[in-house]
């Protein structure tokens, strides 16, 4: 294996491991000796990856983002109703906090609630535009199509993802008296009717 | 001996003559042809004597929409005359939209009426016969310095080369956006707020087609001053096998992403760059371009 390939592996296991760390316990009370120690790799090594705690957090957001944009991006591509669409991306959004949640949690919890880390190089829509562009190719197929009503982006964008996220938010503060699967038909249809032409 | 050139008009508002009229250098150009009939300039043979078919012909500019019957001049079918001297003619410009895709005037019988060797972007049956001397020159009207770039190539028995549209790529290479003055705004996707404004991009909202038409309207500048885009108005595609649309002063969007993307760049590159883009307030572009740095 090449040194290239063998630091790009590296470099993922750092992101998937302070993922898990940052999400857990929080971002402020994460430090970077906690993910190294954890990788069993020195803190001198790790910031050979990434310089600093900052930039490993907004490196982290675009991972995520990129990771769920390739899903949506399979769904953007299937010759679907929009109406099977949206159910798909539910499907994929709330399975995803069930098997992977930190990947949502982090979203919810570090990258919403420490803009002062992601407000410079990592402001609005940078670090998380690979998932944004999925979510507007969708929206501009399903409006070219008729199937959706055109208005405003965010406001589309807002009921879709601010739902999705109010759910995993609730069920990350363990009140949902269901699994969040249960929710998966209710909720597709819900954003349909209310987004439909 | 310098080439005989004739004018002839079809389905038209005579807007490519009087674009052409507009020339700065006019009759130094004109001086390297002879005229044999021109619609609003002296030439050597009248109209009859074209409508006999006797005029010789090396250029034949076209002018105006075309259809094959039921467009009389001098009691002749105009089509019949138009191939009369299209076979005769060793180059053939189609000058203006109408003459090249069906334009304007195709809006009226969008069946019959068409381009000479173009229907929209699709080939007529005329084509496989002369488009070995076609050259499109499309517009609405058609940049004067643009025929003038034909007519100097053709006198000096230069090769022009052509699209598939048979559109010169030294001028249609280019798109309308190329040197338009908005263009910092439209890096930034920042809207303009009103026509007229020297400030912000008319792709957004406006209706500007300029990122999407082909032609050299912002580096050959109309009058030697200016452009549609850099004085306020959106482009309107004018060029193109399309033109003329609809609702030509609002941007057609989905969900606020335009619905036509800038030429040849994918859905997928522009949204990402968009995003990021708009992600920063750039405090220069909020203001008015003479008041900043007072």
Redesign the interface.
């Known amino acids: 294996m090449k040194i290239a390939e063998k630091k790009a592996i590296k470099r993922e296991s750092i992101i998937q491991t302070a993922l898990q760390l940052f999400s857990v316990n929080g971002f402020h009370k994460t430090t970077i000796p906690d993910i190294a120690g954890k990788l069993q790799m020195s803190v001198g090594n790790l910031y050979n990856y990434f310089s600093s705690k900052d930039i490993l957090a907004q490196e982290i957001i675009k991972y995520t983002s990129e990771t769920l944009g390739k899903k949506i991006r399979v769904v953007n591509e299937l010759d679907v109703s929009a109406e099977q669409k949206i159910h798909k991306i539910v499907d994929i959004y709330f399975t995803m906090a069930k098997e992977k949640p930190e990947m949502i949690e982090y979203f919810l919890r570090v990258y919403l609630s420490n803009r002062e880390v992601f407000s410079g190089d990592c402001?609005?829509?940078?670090c998380v535009?690979?998932f944004?562009?999925e979510i507007?190719?969708f929206?501009?197929d399903a409006?070219?199509s008729g199937e959706?009503r055109?208005?405003?982006?965010?406001s589309?964008f807002g009921l879709f993802m601010g739902y999705l996220g109010g759910m995993v938010f609730l069920k990350g503060e363990d009140v949902l008296p269901q699994g969040i699967e249960f929710y998966i038909d209710d909720i597709s249809r819900n954003i349909y009717n209310a987004l439909k032409a | 001996m310098k080439p005989k050139l004739l004018w002839l008009q079809a389905i038209t508002c005579n807007g490519n003559t009087h674009s052409f009229l507009n020339h700065p250098d006019l009759f130094s150009i004109l001086s390297h042809f002879e005229i044999v009939h021109h619609p609003a300039l002296d030439g050597s043979y009248s109209m009859e004597d074209v409508i006999a078919g006797s005029v010789p012909c090396d250029i034949l500019i076209l002018e105006g929409s075309f259809v094959e019957e039921g467009f009389l001049k001098g009691g002749i079918e105009v089509s019949k005359l138009i191939k009369t001297y299209a076979n005769k003619a060793k180059h053939i410009i189609s000058a203006g939209t109408c003459a090249t895709f069906g334009g304007i005037f195709k809006q009226k019988d969008p069946d019959k009426i068409s381009g000479f060797c173009f229907d929209l972007g699709e080939k007529t049956s005329r084509y496989a016969s002369y488009a070995s001397k076609l050259v499109s020159l499309p517009g609405c009207p058609m940049h004067p310095k643009w025929m003038s770039y034909v007519l100097m190539m053709i006198a000096n028995n230069r090769v022009i080369e052509i699209d598939n549209l048979h559109r010169p790529v030294e001028l249609y290479g280019y798109t309308v956006h190329t040197g338009c003055t908005r263009n910092e705004y439209f890096e930034w996707k920042i809207d303009t707020k009103n026509f007229g404004l020297k400030e912000g991009c008319l792709f957004y909202e406006q209706g500007c087609q300029g990122p999407h038409t082909r032609g050299s309207c912002n580096k050959i500048l109309w009058n030697d001053v200016s452009s549609k885009t850099r004085s306020g108005t959106p482009c309107f595609g004018c060029t193109e096998p399309t033109f003329p649309q609809i609702s030509l002063y609002s941007t057609k969007t989905n969900m606020g992403i335009p619905a036509k993307m800038p030429l040849g760049i994918p859905r997928r590159a522009y949204l990402t760059l968009t995003g990021v883009t708009k992600s920063f307030k750039i405090k220069r572009f909020t203001e008015r371009l003479m008041d900043y740095d007072k």
């Open positions: 402001q609005g829509m940078v535009s690979g944004i562009t507007m190719v929206f501009d409006v070219s959706l055109n208005q405003d982006f965010f589309a």
